[in-house]
């Protein structure tokens, strides 16, 4: 038994001139992974595919043969076909990765004896992208969240959810082991609640792929090409070697922390931020300006407001002025004869110039300082 790939148009008046019986399934929605295929013509028994009868395949649709439960033939290259029973058994397998080697795995089981049919039936699979497979987290996520520039690592978790997209990529094993020898078709619904769980466990292992590799929780929706491939890395046993199916795309709407955590985290990092002393300072000056203006709209009088930050102020004053201390003398600064301090090359106050403090090794000519003789341009020191 085996498929004979016909040249013929698609036209149902056509088709139907040319073989008594025919199979075919106009289309296939989004909803349905497989159904019966429908038997045109003249004979009466559905349940028997005569010799000579005609299979048409659409774009985006495998047909299979089945002979008691048994494949006996795969078409996924959309065209026409003959059923011819004095041909081996073939295969049309378009490209699709495993078919080939799954057949001849199943092939094996049984052999053709010439007898007559009892039970024959046409199934289309549907080998389409499926869309619109919504997913959320009913617990948080552990995530590990690592940022050496504030010395963070800290296991949190998150909430996230968002859709994601399969693909039926080898239609036989999904036959065998999800949806057999159905009467009519195969829904989504059906397996719909067990995937979902399936790749919500699955993205527990990938998000901690994500976090080791120093991503941050705000940038892993950025990062959904790596996601997939590790989901379907760790789905390959249940999806790609049992059902035939494998995850094409994962759209994250939302990924959130715990508010504790984020408020944690904002901490530190500002922490981070006030190391720099210039930045420290900027910080209290932002906050004492700030203080002054809700002095002014205090309502019991800015009196006591003020008092308060000068309380507060005079509290803090210590650290100011350590932090004075440490502040880096400037070693270019110099005293004028006037006593006026200066760190140029003159006095702002009468106009002297810096005093010479040497002389240039190679032009003989004073310099005030610096690394460089503004003479001959030498390299002092």
Not at 34 to 59: A, C, F, H, P
Not at 177 to 202: C, G, H, I, P, Q
Not at 256 to 266: M, R, T, V
Request: glycine share 8%.
């Amino acid at each position: 038994m085996g498929l004979i790939k016909a040249v013929l148009k698609s036209a149902s008046s056509v088709i139907s001139d040319t073989w008594k019986d025919y199979f075919v399934c106009d289309s296939l929605d989004n909803d349905t992974l497989m159904t019966r295929g429908v038997k045109k013509g003249g004979s009466k028994s559905d349940e028997v595919i005569t010799n000579g009868s005609g299979i048409v395949v659409q774009d985006g649709q495998c047909a299979l043969i089945v002979d008691e439960g048994q494949i006996l033939e795969v078409a996924a290259e959309p065209g026409s076909y003959t059923f011819d029973t004095t041909k081996s058994p073939s295969v049309f397998d378009g490209g699709f990765a495993g078919i080939r080697n799954s057949f001849a795995e199943m092939v094996e089981r049984f052999t053709f004896n010439g007898e007559t049919a009892k039970n024959q039936r046409v199934y289309y699979v549907n080998t389409k992208e499926i869309h619109g497979n919504l997913f959320g987290t009913a617990t948080p996520i552990p995530f590990r969240i690592v940022d050496p520039s504030i010395g963070l690592d800290l296991t949190s978790s998150i909430r996230c959810n968002g859709e994601y997209t399969f693909r039926i990529v080898n239609p036989l094993l999904f036959y065998k082991n999800v949806a057999s020898n159905v009467s009519s078709r195969y829904d989504k619904a059906e397996l719909s609640s067990t995937m979902k769980a399936e790749l919500l466990t699955a993205l527990q292992p990938a998000l901690a792929k994500i976090s080791a590799m120093g991503v941050r929780y705000s940038e892993v929706p950025a990062h959904t090409f790596d996601l997939v491939d590790s989901i379907n890395e760790t789905l390959e046993r249940k999806w790609g070697e049992l059902r035939g199916m494998q995850v094409v795309s994962l759209n994250l709407n939302s990924l959130s922390l715990s508010k504790e955590d984020e408020s944690y985290i904002k901490e530190l990092q500002l922490a981070a931020v006030n190391r720099n002393q210039d930045m420290r300072e900027a910080t209290l000056a932002a906050a004492r300006a700030q203080s002054l203006k809700d002095a002014a709209k205090n309502p019991n009088g800015a009196a006591n407001a003020f008092f308060g930050i000068n309380m507060a102020e005079n509290a803090g004053g210590g650290y100011a002025a350590a932090a004075a201390s440490n502040r880096p003398a400037n070693t270019n600064s110099w005293t004028c004869s006037c006593g006026e301090t200066s760190t140029g090359n003159f006095c702002p106050k009468c106009g002297q110039p810096k005093p010479v403090s040497s002389y240039c090794p190679q032009c003989g000519k004073p310099t005030s300082g610096g690394n460089f003789c503004p003479h001959c341009g030498s390299k002092l020191g």
